[in-house]
């Protein structure tokens, strides 16, 4: 699991990727979601589930801006 905090749904997706579902205590669902940048992020299935980003899209919209 990451060393951040799991984005809740209704938060706006920070990058462009796929977000595997966790449990409350992040515990990994084997779900996912395809999440676009700065749109909202989809309800879960469950109370206390949160997204993670798995997999960045490879087109650049994905990629954190350099500074």
Same mark, same amino acid.
């Given at each position: 699991?990451?060393?951040? *905090? ?6 706006? +997706?920070?990058?462009?990727?796929? $977000?595997?579902? /966790?449990? !409350? ?11 676009? *940048? ?6 879960? +299935?469950?109370?206390?589930?949160? $997204?993670?980003? /798995?997999? !960045? ?11």
């Amino acid at each position: 699991m990451s060393a951040e *905090k799991p984005l809740k749904p209704g938060n706006k +997706a920070p990058i462009s990727a796929q $977000y595997g579902v /966790v449990g !409350p205590r992040g515990g990994k669902t084997n779900k996912e979601v395809t999440g676009v *940048k700065g749109k909202t992020l989809p309800p879960t +299935a469950r109370p206390g589930e949160g $997204y993670v980003p /798995v997999d !960045p899209t490879k087109n650049g919209s994905g990629k954190p801006k350099k500074k």
